[in-house]
């Protein structure tokens, strides 16, 4: 490389970029050595010069030394944070496990003692019983059908080996949407996923790649369990739904399944939290048209007024 | 010789005393090394070049670090940081590059 020097006005003239590779070097040095040639005094051998080096040197292993050991231990706090959050989200939901655990116990409780309330009365509470099975307030038993939905392998690249392109066979939310609807058709009296129990204000949605049923994600392989007459799963499977879960493994590799089983206990939902919705005053004694409300409706308070929630 | 043993005496400096970097230099500390390694390099070459000069190069180091830091911190308050550190490593990175490769053909001849 030549060290001629470059004239001032042209260091940026053609191309500052083919500049900057060709002649990496401060062109200070280069002035230094000119002028130390024009005024005939050797290279710098002062003292304070070569100490001024020497602190700069050591300070430059210093800064290298130091970077290096920060950039060591970012890494393991890193991961202890990511630890740390995952055990956080595994803590809260095993509290979330509990609780419920406990407000069915609850509801157990409730429910024993306004049928001993209720006994003495003389009302019919085979309905109030049957609306709670239907409403997904009870954990209920019987024989039924479990459709098994799992998402098909993900597509490997031949060369990479890695996942490529997009997983037809991939369980969406519209997929068990169109299962529990198929089983609610072909007769099922009570339906749950994965264990989440559907009921009238059940949802079942995408958020990202999870799909939530009320609320709560669940993941692959994903179980529809449904109590219902005793040929249920045949029912399903010859439906046009479960021809065309049967077509998406054949063609996309979803892993469907369709059984039969009896003795299929369903575990009741969480109770509804309804902050709008009011029971019409319909004037019947009927204990269990004010049922899904809560606290301020009992079998005795149906006659009063409610108030309309256009007030809110 | 005597530079190399400077620049070891630093890093043992550094292993020793694992001094802790107050929070708000940690991002600058990367930018900070980079440009401190580009003025350790430029040095070297000028060495070989027998051009070397030691106000220019405590000048060069002092002036690169506290430059790169000062760009990134600007790029911080202007909400660019990421992208001017990224220009920097990339300046920084190619005179580095530079600056071996005269090295290079200062020692082998190639």
């Known amino acids: 490389m030549s060290d001629d020097p470059t004239p001032e006005h042209s260091r940026f003239a053609p191309d500052f970029l083919t500049e900057m590779f060709r002649n990496p070097l401060d062109p200070g040095y280069a002035a230094a050595a000119r002028r130390r040639d024009r005024s005939g005094t050797p290279p710098g ?3 304070p010069a070569r100490t001024a080096r020497t602190l700069v040197l ?3 292993g210093f800064l290298l030394a130091v970077a290096y050991q920060q950039t060591v231990a970012a890494q393991p706090e890193r991961a202890r944070v990511r630890a740390g959050l995952v055990a956080d989200v595994t803590s809260r939901q095993a509290e979330t496990d509990a609780l419920r655990q406990r407000a069915e116990q609850l509801r157990d409780a409730v429910a024993r003692q306004r049928d001993a309330a209720l006994a003495g009365t003389g009302l019919d509470t085979t309905r109030l019983s049957n609306l709670e099975v239907a409403g997904g307030l009870v954990t209920v038993t019987g024989d039924g059908a479990v459709v098994r939905l799992g998402d098909a392998p ?5 060369v990479t080996g890695k996942a490529s392109g997009a997983n037809l066979g991939q369980v969406l939310d ?3 949407q169109d299962v529990a609807n198929e089983l609610w058709h072909q007769g099922a009296e009570a339906v749950s996923i994965n264990g989440e129990r559907l009921t009238a204000t059940s949802t079942i949605r995408t958020a990202g790649s999870t799909i939530l049923v009320n609320f709560r994600p669940l993941r692959s ?3 529809v369990t449904a109590i219902g007459p005793p040929d249920l799963d045949r029912r399903f499977s010859l439906s046009s739904t479960g021809r065309r879960f049967s077509s998406y493994a054949l063609r996309y590799g979803m892993q469907v399944s369709v059984r039969h089983a009896s003795g299929l206990s369903l575990a009741a939902a969480a109770e509804p939290q309804l902050h709008y919705a009011q ?3 319909t004037g019947s004694p009927s204990p269990s048209s004010g049922r899904p409300v809560g606290p301020s409706v009992g079998p005795g308070a149906s006659g009063a007024t409610p ?3 256009g007030g809110r | 010789m005597f530079a190399v043993l400077a620049l070891a005496v630093g890093v043992a400096l550094g292993v020793v005393f694992e001094p802790s970097v107050p929070l708000a230099l940690q991002p600058y500390l990367p930018i900070a090394v980079i440009a401190a390694l580009d003025a350790v ?5 000028a060495k070989l070049d027998r051009i070397f000069d030691d106000k220019q190069f405590v000048i060069s180091f002092v002036s690169n670090v506290l430059v790169a830091a000062l760009i990134v911190y600007l790029g911080d308050q202007l909400g660019v940081g990421s992208q001017l550190s990224t220009g920097v490593v990339v300046v920084l990175g190619v005179r580095i590059f530079g600056n071996v490769a005269a090295i290079r053909r200062h020692l082998f001849r190639a």
């Open chain 1, 174 to 176: 519209q997929d068990l």
């Open chain 1, 307 to 309: 108030t309309p929630s």
């Open chain 1, 154 to 158: 993900a597509p490997a690249d031949p």
């Open chain 1, 221 to 223: 392989p994903y179980e």
């Open chain 1, 45 to 47: 051998r002062a003292v």
């Open chain 1, 58 to 60: 050591v300070l430059a």
């Open chain 1, 279 to 281: 029971p019409f005053p």
């Open chain 2, 41 to 45: 390099f430029g040095g070297i070459r």
